[in-house]
């Protein structure tokens, strides 16, 4: 983690996407992941032909973007009834411990919350072990649902 | 999951301290609070002692003191102190049949889950959440009275 000055929560605040913000949020996600994806990033802001509810915030200090979060209500998938899904979300590495993440979280939660969904669910690597403690720190625990999978090369 | 008496003892202990910082809380105290011989727990803290994430102070109004990072410290830390590392442990020899290498696998995923699981629970999560269960189970408290009142009106 690098350091830097920690914005005061005071001067965060949480917005719905605008187009400006993908080149700083690529910018953040390659910075965490070391891979740079454009085009992902271009088409989440995008979405074409979608049916589940979907939002898609950032954090901004100021005009730069410190974190952000994507999230939507999948329903029936894997047998689950509606629940808020958590797919994507990072925090400028120089900005952590400051309770964005949190107030990310927060934001979408209320987003989530008018849909009716009662439970929000992610899925992250399992030795992704720092924000495994961010998503528990929030409350959040093992769920009922378990990810197997194969290799499909003989 | 199974661990040893001492750090499931330390556990309760640590978090227990960690819970009330900068307090010095009598060994005695925290004994009671969970059932368990004063003798026991003081042998036990020994450790966590030695490892420098509990002080203690003797004489009147001493007691011992979380001196950790409740953001940092997880259970696997405190696991580790106890049982030792457990992605060093070597799995015992097994006949290296498909079959044992099929069961050392499903093993090594038993592990591996565990592992991610104490790794990513800091004592501060550990607290926050049992705050949130008893202020949960309070205002559940508080709504039966309104309930009943509703079903009687």
């Not at chain 1, 088409?43 to 200090?61: I, K, M, T």
């Not at chain 1, 399992?126 to 961010?134: A, N, T």
């Not at chain 2, 900068?22 to 609070?33: D, F, L, S, T, Y």
């Not at chain 2, 079959?99 to 104490?118: K, W, Y």
């Amino acid at each position: 983690m690098t350091s830097g000055a920690q914005p005061s929560q005071a001067n965060i605040t949480i917005d719905d996407v605008c187009l400006t913000d993908i080149p700083q949020i690529i910018e953040i996600d390659s910075e965490i992941t070391k891979i740079a994806k454009p085009e992902l990033w271009y088409s989440y802001y995008a979405p074409a032909g979608r049916s589940q509810p979907r939002w898609f915030l950032v954090a901004h200090e100021g005009e730069r973007v410190v974190g952000y979060i994507l999230g939507e209500v999948r329903a029936w998938e894997f047998g689950s009834p509606p629940c808020g899904w958590i797919f994507a979300i990072g925090v400028s590495p120089d900005q952590r411990i400051g309770g964005i993440g949190s107030r990310l979280l927060g934001a979408m939660i209320e987003r989530f919350r008018p849909t009716g969904v009662k439970t929000i669910r992610t899925m992250l690597h399992i030795d992704e072990h720092v924000l495994m403690s961010f998503f528990r720190s929030q409350g959040m625990a093992a769920g009922p649902f378990i990810q197997l999978e194969a290799s499909i090369d003989l | 999951m199974k661990l040893n008496q001492a750090t499931r003892l330390a556990i309760w202990s640590i978090v227990e301290l960690a819970s009330r910082p900068g307090e010095q809380v009598p060994v005695n105290e925290i004994a009671q609070i969970y059932g368990i011989s004063q003798h026991h727990l003081a042998k036990v803290l020994r450790t966590p002692s030695r490892a420098g994430i509990v002080g203690s102070t003797r004489g009147p109004g001493g007691g011992c003191e979380f001196t950790g990072n409740a953001n940092r410290l997880t259970l696997y830390d405190i696991v580790q102190l106890f049982e030792g590392d457990r992605e060093e442990e070597e799995a015992p020899e097994a006949p290296s049949t498909p079959v044992a290498a099929e069961v050392a696998r499903v093993l090594a995923e038993i592990d591996r889950i565990t592992t991610a699981t104490l790794r990513s629970v800091t004592l501060q999560t550990i607290i926050r959440n049992a705050e949130r269960k008893e202020e949960r189970r309070k205002a559940a408290e508080n709504l039966e009275p309104v309930d009943a009142m509703t079903e009687r009106s």
